[in-house]
């Protein structure tokens, strides 16, 4: 090496502790507040005016609580946070039970077990976009091969799951079982391969059976993961907006129209940016409230 | 003790059944599950009478129909006017032709290929370089109100993007950033943020102290130590994350539907939209599809070593 090149190496190697922490979140804490915070607080501004986007020219008043008293009286609004709770809450017990079972299994560590598990998570490498407006296809009665499948196992005739009132909700929920299942058993299987194995042996010295081994040791030790993967997908599927909004586009009505869902419609077609930032913020701090209750339960079990 | 079980194998490894019992269940699930795309990738290769079909075709006559409505923009001729044309020259020429239709131009297909490639791949490549710097710093180092920072970081995941896209609309027409690669770049690299200094801090945290503070006693300098001890160590992490980032930047949808239109637009707001004569060209969205869906898998396989191992990156520890 060269002189000069040298002597900036050397001193960029002997970086004090203290430069090094500031060089190396800077970068990440300044993107985060220009992409993130800033919108943020925006938004809770625009939720106080009057402002709309189309008319970006027009002078902006402040109108104080008013949207916000509108959002929280109005019953439709309720109806859409009560759409995400019921899409949010089946999908992450359905997705955790299967998910969980699943690395189970594979923890087996049977014979080419690791390329099962890549086909396994093929699903989850797909465009939630995509696969919306291709299970519309796959959902469509007179074309689709699920209404085909579900009559080979019982005659139900043609049915129409994206415009039946009751089925609607499921549907969505069968493709974000479908998709994200996966995203919760791999990082379960994650869990399963870091006990380490001389506890079992412990365990079998000591003479615990199985069923015992499962309750006081594999279980409590994939907990920590399973709740990340479980906080993960709950704050995805709250702000779940891409493959519902192809697959069903919130109807048939308003059946499926979640929380994302309503903003859109609200924001981009109908232009009341006021009233959607107000909503935005709301549904913000719901999910923040219990995002920060969820990560203080899990560094509590990650600590005992 | 007495030994009950089978002495050949370690009280640990699970029995012949019970494995024999297990992969028979993952490749029942795997079945099930596989059906929809494997209904995707025939439909591709379908004509639009054998996609509308109905009970659904499982055999038929392959056609690249789907692949050519996709890369061209047609239009319809009279008759007439297409006998007064010379025989086609090429096979997707021909295709075309069967239809009573003539090519006009290639379609925007690939130039939003181009643009997933660069905006999905650029973005991974910065959250992974940013997030890995960040990871290591908090996992390493004293940082004040640290957890609440971690937490700020989580946090900034759980606004919804179509309620930050008319801020981040507004901000970017002033920066002149709407619609193009950079800008794209920045929002994906900042979202996948997150999400990879919560993964990376989990692999570094892994990585026993004790690797560094020995290289730290032999002189080495820190940034010495992060770059001959930590970022090898952390290799299979970095892998394992950089899967996850290319998977959410490629296939993000909300941002890109509401900020991109011409210049950077990606494939996942394309696709939707790509429209035949009766409502969507089924057969070229299951085309586009299969290939969009293309480098993600080479990606995951190419990486794949470090996939597996990543996630059993735990284990190294004990």
């Known amino acids: 090496m060269h002189g000069p090149i040298k002597k900036i190496n050397t001193k960029l190697l002997n970086m004090s502790d203290r430069s090094i922490v500031w060089a190396f979140t800077l970068p990440t804490l300044i993107l985060l507040v220009f992409i993130n915070i800033y919108p943020l607080i925006w938004t809770i501004y625009l939720s106080f005016t009057d402002f709309k986007a189309n008319r970006p020219g027009r002078v902006i008043h402040w109108v104080g609580m008013k949207w916000y008293e509108k959002a929280l009286t109005n019953g439709d609004v309720w109806g859409y946070m009560q759409t995400t709770a019921h899409f949010v809450v089946w999908t992450i017990l359905i997705q955790a039970a299967l998910g969980f079972g699943l690395s189970l299994l594979l923890n087996r560590k049977f014979k080419g077990n690791e390329v099962l598990t890549t086909i396994v998570i093929l699903p989850m490498m797909l465009s939630p976009a995509v696969v919306g407006v291709f299970w519309k296809y796959i959902y469509q009665p007179q074309a689709g091969i699920f209404d085909y499948i579900i009559n080979v196992f019982h005659h139900f005739g043609s049915f129409s799951m994206l415009s039946n009132v009751s089925l609607a909700p499921w549907s969505i929920i069968v493709v974000d079982t479908w998709m994200w299942t996966p995203f919760i058993m791999l990082l379960c299987l994650a869990g399963l391969r870091s006990i380490p194995g001389y506890i079992y042996e412990a365990a079998e010295v000591d003479g615990a059976s199985k069923w015992q081994q499962f309750i006081h040791i594999t279980f409590p030790s994939v907990l920590p993961f399973l709740m990340l993967a479980v906080l993960f997908r709950g704050i995805e599927n709250f702000k779940m907006f891409d493959m519902v909004n192809e697959l069903t586009g919130g109807g048939p009505g308003s059946i499926t129209e979640v929380a994302s869902i309503y903003l859109k419609r609200a924001a981009f077609e109908k232009w009341r940016t006021g009233d959607s930032s107000a909503f935005a913020v709301i549904l913000f701090v719901c999910v923040l409230g219990a995002g920060m209750i969820y990560v203080k339960i899990l560094n509590k079990l990650k600590e005992t | ?318």
Request: contains cysteine.
């Open chain 2, 1 to 318: 003790m007495s030994t009950t079980y089978d002495t050949s194998r370690s009280p640990l490894e699970p029995s012949r059944n019970s494995k024999r019992v297990a992969a028979f269940l993952i490749i029942l699930y795997i079945i099930i599950t596989s059906i929809p795309i494997l209904f995707i990738a025939s439909t591709a290769f379908k004509t639009d009478e054998d996609a509308m079909s109905y009970p659904p075709k499982i055999l038929f006559e392959p056609s690249l129909e789907g692949f050519v409505n996709l890369v061209t923009r047609r239009s319809r001729q009279s008759k007439d006017f297409l006998k007064s044309l010379p025989p086609p020259k090429t096979w997707y020429e021909k295709i075309v032709r069967e239809r009573q239709m003539v090519i006009v131009g290639p379609s925007r297909f690939l130039g939003r290929f181009g643009n997933s490639l660069i905006i999905g791949f650029g973005a991974t490549f910065f959250s992974i370089f940013f997030g890995t710097l960040a990871a290591y710093a908090f996992s390493r180092f004293k940082i004040p109100l640290k957890d609440d920072l971690l937490f700020f970081i989580l946090s900034t995941r759980m606004f919804p993007p179509v309620a930050a896209a008319i801020p981040i609309f507004l901000m970017y027409r002033y920066l002149g950033l709407n619609d193009t690669h950079l800008g794209m770049i920045i929002l994906y690299t900042t979202v996948n943020l997150s999400l990879s200094v919560w993964l990376l801090k989990g692999f570094i945290d892994e990585i026993p102290k004790e690797y560094e503070e020995a290289a730290l006693v032999d002189g080495y300098s820190r940034l010495h130590t992060f770059i001959k001890i930590i970022l090898p160590q952390a290799a299979t992490g970095i892998a394992a994350t950089a899967i996850f980032c290319l998977i959410f930047s490629w296939n993000e949808y909300a941002f890109a539907v509401l900020l991109t239109f011409r210049q950077a637009q990606t494939l996942p707001p394309f696709i939707p939209t790509i429209i035949g004569e009766g409502g969507l060209d089924w057969p070229a969205v299951a085309a586009g599809t299969l290939i969009f869906i293309v480098p993600v898998i080479i990606f995951t396989i190419l990486l794949r070593k470090h996939l597996v191992r990543g996630i059993t990156f735990g284990a190294v520890r004990k």
